[in-house]
């Protein structure tokens, strides 16, 4: 952040630059949270599973400045998380279902983002902008995005989505099934938006 602050500073590079690169740093650093907390709640609840007994990941969609790779120095983050397919954990000591686990780790990785600290915080959460905003659950499943999209979707809310789309990738392992996931949302949000 320094170096982009100075970058910044001696005007070395344009403004539309410098918010890219902001917003890289926020995605790095967010996925790098995320991946982290994920093995950690993988070791106390154990791996979420879908029936055919693949993990599943946490997605996060970067929404209004982030989403648009527009974020400033000043920004909060708009996130909306979610899950591929549902299930429950296997290796834990008790079984907890997806949402549940994706939830718990959810608001653990808020924290770790948001919470100040004596050396100040990470970003400024904001999860107003997912379905229902705060009345809303924290974390959705990718069929109630669907669900969410197709019949409650606004056209802002589309626009916001998909602006920028799905930038938090899943590890190697993974990838295949959030990929399909992935594309089947797009179409649905593209769809309405057409």
């Given at each position: 952040?320094?170096?982009?602050?100075?970058?910044?500073?001696?005007?070395?590079?344009?403004?539309?630059?410098?918010?890219?690169?902001?917003?890289?740093?926020?995605?790095?650093?967010?996925?790098?949270?995320?991946?982290?907390?994920?093995?950690?709640?993988?070791?106390?609840?154990?791996?979420?599973?879908?029936?055919q007994?693949?993990?599943?990941?946490?997605?996060?969609?970067?929404?209004?400045?982030?989403?648009?790779?527009?974020?400033?120095?000043?920004?909060?983050?708009?996130?909306?998380?979610?899950?591929?397919?549902?299930?429950?954990?296997?290796?834990?000591?008790?079984?907890?279902?997806?949402?549940?686990?994706?939830?718990?780790?959810?608001?653990?990785?808020?924290?770790?983002?948001?919470?100040?600290?004596?050396?100040?915080?990470?970003?400024?959460?904001?999860?107003?902008?997912?379905?229902?905003?705060?009345?809303?659950?924290?974390?959705?499943?990718?069929?109630?995005?669907?669900?969410?999209?197709?019949?409650?979707?606004?056209?802002?809310?589309?626009?916001?989505?998909?602006?920028?789309?799905?930038?938090?990738?899943?590890?190697?392992?993974?990838?295949t099934?959030?990929?399909?996931?992935?594309a089947?949302?797009?179409?649905?949000?593209?769809?309405?938006?057409?």
């Amino acid at each position: 952040m320094v170096r982009i602050a100075w970058a910044q500073t001696l005007a070395l590079v344009t403004e539309e630059s410098i918010l890219q690169q902001l917003s890289y740093l926020a995605e790095t650093l967010i996925v790098a949270a995320r991946d982290w907390l994920y093995d950690a709640c993988c070791r106390e609840w154990g791996t979420p599973c879908n029936a055919q007994g693949e993990a599943q990941p946490l997605l996060i969609l970067g929404m209004g400045k982030l989403g648009g790779g527009e974020l400033n120095f000043s920004s909060d983050i708009d996130l909306i998380f979610a899950w591929p397919e549902h299930g429950c954990t296997q290796g834990g000591r008790r079984e907890l279902d997806n949402a549940q686990f994706f939830t718990r780790m959810g608001q653990r990785l808020i924290k770790v983002l948001d919470q100040p600290t004596q050396d100040g915080f990470v970003y400024r959460v904001d999860m107003r902008l997912r379905p229902f905003g705060e009345s809303g659950p924290l974390v959705l499943s990718f069929a109630a995005l669907e669900d969410y999209y197709q019949e409650q979707g606004r056209d802002w809310s589309v626009t916001r989505w998909s602006r920028r789309g799905l930038w938090a990738i899943a590890k190697a392992s993974m990838l295949t099934s959030c990929v399909r996931c992935c594309a089947r949302l797009f179409s649905v949000v593209t769809s309405i938006s057409a």
